[in-house]
């Protein structure tokens, strides 16, 4: 989604909004620009293609003067990715130039306002509204024009906003869309978020809604929208630069593959002391956990894939009834929630607009919000109750694989938690799932050991055309992950199936040259699966399976068999997934795909 950064200091601005919105392509785009103010006047570049092509058109922003500039990555909403519609955009009078990520959701009416007002519009966006409601409200006081114009928009805005009568002040907004202030020595910056900042300062100074910042080259002062002055101190960033950079990996995707055993462990380590789990400040009592009648799981995308295995761990450990719901079809439906209800919701990002939403819909039906969450201050660990951070480092990759990982570790650790505090499982197996948990960087580390293997399958059928993944109970849940990977950047058709739902319907889809990846490690349901890959073989598909280590016996079915370590069955799809991350990786590379940047998609999806 959008990405918007801001400078002011004592150098060319340029080069250092180019490189942050470089940092900022992950979170996809379809068109950038930049405005600097040099020479009291605005000077700017646009491109629908790459930030490259920014880059070689401006010697890397050497070629721009000027020491204040706002930038902006696009992800069209209203109207076309094109030149005229991409950031920053100009006000009617020449005087503002504003960046935004969001949605004007009354944008309509202020257009219709405007242009009887004689107000030409250069755009398609809700954006250029914006620009002119500034104009329009500027009498002399450009933080009374802000002022005036935050109160007239209604949806969600972060920006960054210019006026040339002042060349050596950023402002910057935030109302439910992330912007983050970067702190640095006789220069501060804006940015969505801390990727873009990393290289330039770790001090940060999160935005709350409806603030706008005064920024200068040596000052930052932040106020409400009427004008008062807040005190904010800053926080320390501990993501470094290295890991926002490839560091010799081709594509960020397999970098952060390979991450996982070691960012699992960063996940886990702290919160397990003498075989116990511990969250630090954590607001859900033992009493309040005591009172939980149900849990309601509700995220998007892979981080729904994750609660999907959460399910089966919880209901085994905590013997709730637990529900698991795309965000964006709880947020709509009429979802029975009380005060005995815990929601959970998970989010890499922290800003995904449904998730958000179906946070606040279970929040106002009074359930205690515990959320999972990556970045931190992002928009949803600030509006819930409770907040257990993933520390899964910056995730460049728009398909998600480090950050899957790390939410499925967090939950496991949640649910031996709440287990231990319930006293609804066994201790010895809450024990044995630590343990086991302590071993997962070591046996995630061996599956990597498969790589070549996996690639040499991919090699052979990078040009399948349809790929069904069938699985159950956990593997069920595994399946659906890796059917996405497969998809989101590969760009070929595949669907997950319970493997006990295939015979009703898309089995007729089974016929020579389709390949069907069954997942058969959850040992207790393998002779269930072998009866589903008898059933594809008999009609002529290519099987990939997976088992456990030593169990051969699927050989005689399946074609190809992926060896998995031996775990506890309720961790699964912790070893599971990895192969199907690289399977994904490398039928991606051998159809030439844009593997970090897959076409149409958005690592943080901030519209509904
Ligand atoms: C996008 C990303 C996915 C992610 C989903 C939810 O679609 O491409 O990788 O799983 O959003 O994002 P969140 O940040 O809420 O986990």
Redo the contacts with the bound molecule.
């Keep these: 989604m959008c990405g918007i950064v801001g400078f002011v200091g004592n150098k060319k601005a340029a080069p250092v909004l180019l490189g942050g919105l470089e940092r900022l392509e992950y979170r996809g785009y379809d068109s950038a620009g930049i405005t600097v103010i040099n020479n009291n006047k605005f000077e700017t570049n646009k491109t629908v293609k790459r930030i490259s092509a920014l880059k070689e058109a401006t010697e890397n922003g050497e070629a721009i003067c000027g020491k204040i500039g706002i930038g902006h990555t696009r992800w069209a909403t209203h109207g076309a990715p094109c030149e005229k519609n991409a950031h920053p955009h100009l006000g009617f009078k020449g005087r503002f130039m504003v960046v935004h990520n969001g949605i004007i959701e009354n944008y309509l009416e202020l257009k219709n306002e405007l242009e009887a007002e004689g107000v030409a519009f250069a755009s398609d966006t809700d954006t250029e509204v914006i620009a002119h409601i500034l104009e329009k409200h500027y009498t002399g006081d450009v933080f009374a024009a802000i002022s005036k114009t935050v109160s007239r928009l209604e949806g969600s805005f972060a920006l960054g906003i210019l006026c040339v009568e002042q060349p050596e002040i950023l402002y910057a907004v935030r109302n439910f869309s992330p912007l983050i202030i970067g702190l640095g020595e006789g220069e501060n910056f804006i940015a969505s978020d801390v990727t873009a900042l990393v290289s330039h300062t770790k001090k940060v100074l999160y935005m709350e809604d409806k603030e706008i910042a005064v920024i200068k080259e040596n000052s930052v002062d932040l106020f409400t929208a009427s004008g008062i002055k807040i005190h904010r101190s800053p926080a320390l960033v501990n993501w470094s630069v290295d890991a926002a950079e490839k560091g010799g990996y081709s594509h960020f995707m397999m970098k952060e593959i390979k991450e996982q055993p070691e960012v699992i462990a960063k996940t886990f380590e702290p919160r397990i002391k003498d075989d116990k789990v511990f969250f630090e400040g954590l607001k859900l009592t033992e009493e309040k956990l005591q009172s939980i009648n149900r849990i309601i799981i509700t995220?998007?995308?892979?981080?729904?894939h994750t609660g999907v295995v959460a399910k089966y761990v919880f209901e085994e450990l905590l013997r709730l009834p637990v529900e698991v719901d795309l965000a964006s079809e709880f947020r709509y439906r009429n979802p029975i929630v009380d005060e005995n209800t815990l929601v959970i919701i998970?989010?890499?990002?922290?800003?995904?607009a449904d998730?958000l939403a179906a946070l606040k819909e279970a929040k106002a039906r009074g359930a205690h919000i515990l959320s999972i969450v990556?970045v931190v201050g992002s928009s949803?660990a600030k509006a819930s109750d409770d907040v257990i951070y993933t520390w899964a480092g910056p995730e460049i990759a728009?398909?998600?694989t480090k950050?899957?990982s790390a939410q499925l570790i967090v939950l496991y650790l949640f649910g031996i938690y709440a287990a231990e505090k319930r006293s609804s499982a066994d201790s010895k197996l809450l024990k044995t799932l630590l343990d086991e948990i302590r071993l997962l960087p070591q046996k995630i580390s061996s599956v990597f050991e498969m790589e070549d293997t996996i690639k040499s399958l991919a090699e052979n059928h990078y040009k399948m055309k349809n790929t069904f993944f069938i699985g159950r109970n956990i593997d069920y849940a595994a399946a659906m992950e890796g059917s996405l990977k497969l998809k989101?950047i590969s760009y070929l058709n595949s669907e997950a199936y319970a493997a006990g739902e295939l015979k009703h319907g898309t089995i007729s889809l089974i016929e020579q040259g389709k390949i069907v990846i069954a997942l058969s490690a959850y040992e207790g349901l393998q002779d269930k699966m072998m009866s589903n890959i008898k059933e594809v073989k008999a009609r002529d598909a290519f099987v990939i399976a997976t088992a456990i280590k030593g169990n051969t016996a699927i050989e005689k079915e399946a074609d190809e068999v992926l060896y998995l370590p031996e775990t506890h069955p309720l961790l699964l799809a912790s070893v599971e997934v990895v192969p199907l991350q690289m399977f994904a990786y490398y039928v991606a590379l051998f159809n030439g795909c844009d593997i970090d940047k897959p076409r149409n998609?958005?690592?943080?999806?901030t519209v509904e």
């Design positions: 995220a998007c995308g892979s981080a729904y998970i989010s890499q990002s922290g800003e995904t998730t990556n949803i728009v398909a998600t950050a899957y989101e998609l958005a690592k943080s999806v």
